[in-house]
Structure formats: structure tokens, C-alpha cells
């Protein structure tokens, strides 16, 4: 009996978390992939500052509770496209995580049109700016969902 297909955001999100196995700092493993006509354009994950010791290795730089010494997934997949020329406008990034405020303003700001997520991470003001933004925001599955406001 043969597999069901899987759909393509679930095809790309499963790269993804593929992706995040290659991440560097033990807080968090998250991916990224940026696709454009179902064709992937650059992968990202967190890690540290290329060319620098990975905080596995030596230990973190820690604010306010979070690692400062990495790079986000997001980010690197955005930077390695611009570092080899590809271009990303209206491109859907693909991300384990949904992404932190700095990283969706890099998102919004790069001309992606789509953010498929896997799991809400920390920050709802994302809802809220891309629906200003009209930039497509999709959670995949159960831990997608933001808890609820108080």
C-alpha cells in the first residue's frame, strides 16, 4: 500500500525540519527554506556568526533569557540567497518556528508574500502586521496556534 502524498507545504516544511538539524545552538534547532514556484531557492538555520565557535561548543551569550550569539534561520536563509545572487521576491519562507519580531520584519522587508510556520514561537504581534502587510501567515498543525491572549 502506497504513502499518501504529502501536500507541498508539508513537503517543505518536512525540509525544513530537516534543516534544523544542522543548527548550532542547542536553545533551539530551527530551519528555514526559502521556494519560489516550488523550487527552493536557499536554506537557513540557526547558528552562530560564520566564521565563529558554535555556542554547542563554547556556550552561549545569553539576554533576557535568549541565546544573542546566533544567527536565526530566517535570517541565514535570507542572507545566503543575497549572498548567492537569487533573488526571493514573492518567495514563501518555510520555518519550524514561527518567526521572532526581528526576523519577520527581515521576512516582510525581503518581499517574501508567504510565511508557512510550524510551531508559534514567541511573538503574536506577526498576526497583526502581516495581516497590515497583506503578507500570508500559515501555521501547520496543533502547536501552531498562539495561546490565547489573557
Keep these: 500500500m502506497t504513502q499518501p502524498r504529502s501536500s507541498w507545504d508539508q513537503y517543505f516544511m518536512d ?13 533551539k534547532h530551527v530551519g528555514a527554506l526559502l521556494v519560489r514556484d516550488r523550487t527552493i531557492l536557499s536554506t537557513g538555520y540557526n547558528g552562530s556568526i560564520r566564521g565563529l565557535p558554535h555556542c554547542d561548543d563554547v556556550g552561549h551569550m545569553m539576554e533576557n533569557g535568549h541565546c544573542v550569539a546566533t544567527v536565526h534561520a530566517e535570517a541565514n536563509a535570507i542572507i545566503q540567497a543575497a549572498k548567492n545572487g537569487v533573488g526571493i521576491d514573492g518567495a514563501t519562507i518555510y520555518t519550524t518556528a514561527s518567526p521572532c519580531w526581528p526576523c519577520f520584519k527581515l521576512i516582510a522587508n525581503s518581499g517574501c508574500s508567504r510565511i508557512v510556520y510550524g510551531e508559534f514561537y514567541r511573538d503574536p504581534r506577526i498576526f497583526e ?17 498562539p495561546p490565547e491572549p489573557r
Design 15 to 27: 525540509i525544513a525540519r530537516q534543516v534544523a538539524t544542522r543548527a548550532t545552538c542547542d536553545r
Design 129 to 145: 502586521y502581516a495581516a497590515k502587510l497583506g503578507l500570508e501567515l500559515t501555521g501547520l498543525g496543533e502547536a501552531a496556534q
